[in-house]
């Protein structure tokens, strides 16, 4: 792995066991699936490239714009196939294939990531077959 891939996993997995805050983004404090993201970005690169606008927590919405992964390739780059993830790459998932991608993680290793876990935690999950198929998009975190 690269010294910033090495990294954003050391950081990633420094979150794990912060409370779930919808719209936070605070190590042990409290954060949702995108401000685990956003506080990981800003550990690795000193600031966040922007501030989101307020989101709803329902993650399961249909319609409307895919806010988050046009976010992901502004700041990522292109995304990358499923199939090409490698550790330490951001998963953006959706409900169905009607709804908006409105979860995000962090692969810790082929089959686990990490993500903030509504009603829980930052925690580590098995990527089991049921999280695979909500699989929208796949963004690796650009070098410094």
Same mark, same amino acid.
């Given at each position: 792995?690269? @010294?910033?891939?090495?990294?954003?996993? /050391?950081?990633?997995?420094?979150?794990? %066991?912060?409370?779930? $805050?919808?719209?936070?983004?605070?190590? %042990? =404090?409290?954060?949702?699936?995108?401000?685990? =993201?956003?506080?990981?970005? *800003?550990?690795?690169?000193?600031?966040?490239?922007?501030?989101?606008?307020?989101? %709803?927590?329902?993650? @399961?919405?249909?319609?409307?714009? #895919? $806010?988050? !992964?046009? @976010?992901?390739? $502004?700041?990522?780059?292109?995304?990358?196939?499923?199939?090409?993830?490698?550790?330490? #790459?951001?998963?953006?998932? $959706?409900? /169905?294939?009607?709804?908006?991608?409105?979860?995000?993680?962090?692969?810790?290793?082929?089959?686990?990531?990490?993500?903030?876990?509504?009603?829980?935690?930052? !925690?580590?999950? @098995?990527? =089991?077959?049921?999280? *695979?198929? *909500?699989?929208?998009?796949?963004?690796?975190?650009?070098?410094?």
């Amino acid at each position: 792995m690269s @010294a910033v891939r090495d990294e954003v996993l /050391r950081i990633a997995e420094g979150w794990i %066991g912060t409370p779930y $805050r919808h719209q936070g983004s605070l190590k %042990g =404090v409290g954060c949702d699936c995108l401000g685990l =993201v956003r506080g990981v970005w *800003r550990e690795v690169y000193g600031s966040e490239p922007e501030a989101p606008r307020p989101y %709803g927590a329902d993650w @399961a919405e249909r319609g409307g714009s #895919d $806010r988050l !992964v046009d @976010a992901a390739r $502004r700041h990522f780059g292109a995304p990358i196939s499923a199939q090409e993830a490698q550790p330490v #790459d951001v998963l953006l998932f $959706r409900w /169905r294939p009607d709804c908006a991608a409105k979860h995000a993680g962090i692969l810790s290793d082929t089959d686990h990531f990490i993500h903030a876990y509504e009603q829980a935690a930052v !925690v580590r999950s @098995a990527l =089991v077959p049921s999280w *695979r198929r *909500r699989i929208a998009a796949v963004f690796r975190f650009p070098e410094k």
